[in-house]
């Protein structure tokens, strides 16, 4: 069920100068969070930023009742979001969105930039099926691949930088183990590389799911602005998404 809720700032890590991430501790218990849901942040005292910005789930501890959020600083909103300290109150619309599939034995997640968030969840999402993904994490440079230390021990680790200053230099699709075998891919990041990504998994025939970060407003299928159109018509990233199989979507078949 969707709620509402006030969270409080109980850890905050600043990743280099683009990049901050948060550890919110819920007052009751969390709802059922499933990988590859985002959450919609208020941003409060900011007179030009009406909106809530679309997060997605970084990672989460039903038990503990925590949720981590990785947010990169790109303008009014997030800059805002930069300021709170912990201890703060931040209020969250949360659980929005469909999540991964948790679909394959042999599993390759690519993430770019910012994309990188949702895929630490589902990184364990697997594991905790006894299922051990390669991950493949990419920037133009090293201090553009925020939080990495977080993926290691839950998979197979690489990484692609333009600059080469860390792991192989290039692009995710020209890294080595992208062209390795898998049975299923899960990528988010910018749409270029998505579109890359879903190319050639077509082309090997192998089942892609993408996560879409369209322009939101409402984030839960109300006001229209975020819909995409795919093979079953036009469906809103926010509540038929993010994750959709990129076969589907038509913007990525040209
Ligand atoms: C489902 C989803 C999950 C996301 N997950 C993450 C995440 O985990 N970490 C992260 O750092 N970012 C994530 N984003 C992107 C994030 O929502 C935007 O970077 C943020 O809204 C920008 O707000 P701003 O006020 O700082 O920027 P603005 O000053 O409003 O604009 C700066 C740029 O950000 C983009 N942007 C602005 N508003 C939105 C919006 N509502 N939706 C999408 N893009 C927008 C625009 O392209 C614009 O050029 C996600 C987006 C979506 C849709
Ligand atoms: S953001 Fe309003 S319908 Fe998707």
């Not at 969270?7 to 919110?24: D, K, M, N, P, S």
């Not at 109150?89 to 948790?102: E, S």
């Not at 690489?158 to 290039?170: P, R």
């Not at 993010?242 to 913007?251: A, D, M, R, T, Y």
């Amino acid at each position: 069920m969707k709620k509402i809720v006030d969270f409080t700032i109980v850890a905050r890590r600043q990743f280099g100068e683009h990049y901050f991430g948060w550890t919110l501790k819920s007052p009751e218990t969390l709802e059922p969070i499933k990988a590859g849901q985002f959450v919609e942040v208020e941003v409060r005292d900011c007179n030009d930023v009406m909106l809530r910005r679309p997060i997605s789930i970084h990672d989460f501890d039903l038990q503990a009742g925590t949720m981590d959020l990785l947010i990169q600083i790109v303008g009014k909103g997030t800059r805002k979001l930069a300021t709170l300290k912990e201890g703060d109150k931040v209020n969250v619309i949360y659980p929005l969105g469909n999540g991964f599939a948790v679909s394959g034995k042999n599993p390759l997640l690519v993430g770019g930039g910012a994309g990188i968030a949702p895929l630490l969840g589902l990184a364990k999402a697997y594991k905790a099926q006894g299922v051990n993904p390669t991950i493949l994490l990419g920037g133009r440079t090293e201090q553009l691949i925020p939080a990495r230390e977080a993926f290691v021990g839950y998979s197979t680790l690489a990484f692609a930088t333009e600059d080469g200053s860390l792991g192989e230099k290039g692009l995710v699709t020209q890294h080595t183990v992208f062209g390795q075998t898998y049975d299923h891919i899960a990528t988010c990041g910018p749409t270029p590389m998505m579109k890359a990504v879903a190319k050639s998994a077509h082309e090997r025939n192998i089942p892609c799911e993408v996560s879409l970060e369209n322009m939101m407003a409402c984030g839960v299928g109300a006001c229209l602005c975020c819909v995409t159109d795919t093979d079953d018509g036009h469906k809103c990233v926010c509540k038929d998404g993010p994750v959709f199989n990129s076969e589907k979507i038509l913007s990525f078949k040209s």
